[in-house]
C-alpha cells in the first residue's frame, strides 16, 4: 500500500477510535453549499462529517475490530462520526435527509459497539432524547407525591371547614 493510502487509512481509524459511534449515509444532489450547511449542523450536534471512500473506510473499521461489508453501502458515503451522543447525531441526519428531499440517505452506522442497519438508525434517530426521557422519569416519581400531598391537604383543610360549619350552626 502507497504511503499516502495508509496515511489516509490511519486517520480513518483514529477518527473511528476516537468517537463514540459513526452514521453511514449515502449522499446525492449533495451540492457543496449542502454538504457546508451539514457539516455546520453537524459539528453543532458535536459531531464530523467527512467523505471517505468505501474501500478505505472498511479497511479502517476493520483495523479498529468493527466488520463491515463493502457491497451494503452502494454510491457514494459520507460518514458521521459522533464525539459525543450518537443519538443526537442520528436525529440531526434524519431530520436533514427528510427535509432536503433525501439529499443524505442513512445507510448504517455503528452505536454503542452494535453495528446497525439504516433502518435501526432511523428507530433509534426517533426515541425520545436522554433529556425527555428524564422529564418523563421525574414527571413519574413526582405524580403519586403530588396526589398524596393533595390528599393530606384536602384532609387538613376538612377540619376546620367542618368546624366553622359547626359553630355556625351553633350559633344560629
Known amino acids: 500500500m502507497r504511503n499516502e493510502k495508509q496515511l489516509l487509512l490511519d486517520e480513518v481509524k483514529e477518527k473511528i477510535e476516537g468517537s463514540k459511534g459513526f452514521i453511514i449515509a449515502r449522499y446525492r444532489d449533495f451540492t457543496a453549499g449542502k454538504a457546508r450547511s451539514f457539516r ?9 462529517f467527512e467523505i471517505v471512500r468505501k474501500r478505505v473506510f472498511v479497511k479502517a473499521a476493520e483495523a479498529a475490530g468493527i466488520k463491515l461489508t463493502v457491497a451494503d453501502y452502494k454510491g457514494h458515503i459520507g460518514v458521521i462520526f459522533a464525539n459525543e451522543d450518537t443519538t443526537k447525531v442520528s436525529k440531526l441526519a434524519v431530520k436533514y435527509s427528510e427535509e432536503n428531499d433525501k ?10 459497539g452494535i453495528v446497525c442497519t439504516g433502518e435501526e438508525i432511523e428507530a433509534i434517530a426517533k426515541l425520545p432524547s ?27 383543610t376538612s377540619v376546620p371547614c367542618c368546624l366553622e360549619e359547626k359553630a355556625k350552626k351553633s350559633q344560629e
Open 40 to 48: 455546520d449542523l453537524v459539528a453543532q450536534a458535536s459531531g464530523d
Open 103 to 112: 439529499a443524505i440517505e442513512v445507510v448504517g452506522g455503528h452505536i454503542d
Open 130 to 156: 436522554l433529556e425527555e426521557l428524564r422529564a418523563e422519569l421525574l414527571g413519574l416519581f413526582e405524580a403519586p407525591m403530588a396526589q398524596t400531598l393533595a390528599a393530606i391537604n384536602a384532609v387538613l
